[in-house]
Each structure stands twice: as structure tokens, then as C-alpha cells.
């Protein structure tokens, strides 16, 4: 979906889980957008999360525990259990005033419980160095 002219707001983690911050990445997209798979997966959810509609992509072969994406508001279009190859459909954007001050795709990235900047899936996350411990 989009381009970078479609970035809406990028991934802020909070300082710690329970934290605020801007777990994903948000993308302009109008409702009735169709909503396409980043990897090749499972769809593991469609449903309702806090009364807005939510598909969850798990990637088995991602390593352990896998990842998996987020993706709302989205109105599901593959059941629970269907395979889907990178960019097959599995959703539309649905009308949701509640997330962006205008129409979004808001998605998430994770692993386990931690949550990721989904733009590392296409090389455009942010990099960040980390001290390598006593020599």
C-alpha cells in the first residue's frame, strides 16, 4: 500500500511496555483500500479488538517465536487458517475515526510480546546501535 508520501506517523516505541508510544506504523489509505499480506504466512485472526476490526498475520518461518503482523482497521476477507503468499489480499480498510486524525492502515509488527518497526519488513526501519558490552 502507498509510498513514503504515504507515511503517516512511524514507529515509537515506548521507553517500556506499558508505556505510551506508536507501536507501528501508520499509512494514509482510504476505506475500502485493500490490505495485502507483507510476508507469506497464516492468517491467525480476524475479529474484533476493542470494537475495532483486526487481522493478525502470523510467518512461521521467521524464526522463534515468529513474527507477526498487525493490521486495523481492516475488516477481514481470509478466514482464520488461510495461507497467503507476500501481497495477497486479506482485508479492506474500514472507516475508523478513532486512530489518525484521518484515514489510516495502522500496522504492527511482533515478536512474542515485543513489539517491532513493521518498515524493517520493506529495509525502511530505523537503525539503532547498541554499546557491545565490556571488551
Known amino acids: 500500500m502507498g509510498g513514503r508520501s504515504g507515511l503517516l506517523r512511524r514507529f515509537d516505541p515506548p521507553p517500556s511496555r506499558w508505556a505510551a508510544g506508536h507501536r507501528g506504523v501508520d499509512l494514509a489509505a482510504a476505506p475500502g483500500t485493500v490490505v495485502r499480506a507483507a510476508a507469506p504466512g ?3 485472526f480476524a475479529g474484533q479488538v476493542a470494537g475495532r476490526p483486526v487481522v493478525v498475520v502470523t ?4 524464526g522463534a517465536p515468529p513474527l507477526r503482523t498487525t493490521y486495523l482497521p481492516v475488516a477481514g476477507s481470509a478466514p482464520v487458517g488461510t495461507g497467503v503468499a507476500a501481497g495477497d489480499p486479506i482485508g479492506v480498510v474500514t472507516a475508523d475515526s478513532g ?8 500496522w504492527g509488527l511482533l515478536r512474542g510480546d515485543r513489539y517491532l518497526d513493521p518498515l524493517a519488513l520493506l529495509g525502511s526501519g530505523r537503525a539503532r546501535l547498541l554499546p557491545l558490552g565490556p571488551l
Not at 510467518?59 to 521467521?62: G, I, M
Not at 486512530?99 to 495502522?106: F, G, Q
Open 59 to 62: 510467518h512461521p518461518d521467521s
Open 42 to 44: 497464516v492468517v491467525t
Open 99 to 106: 486512530h489518525c486524525p484521518v484515514d489510516c492502515l495502522h
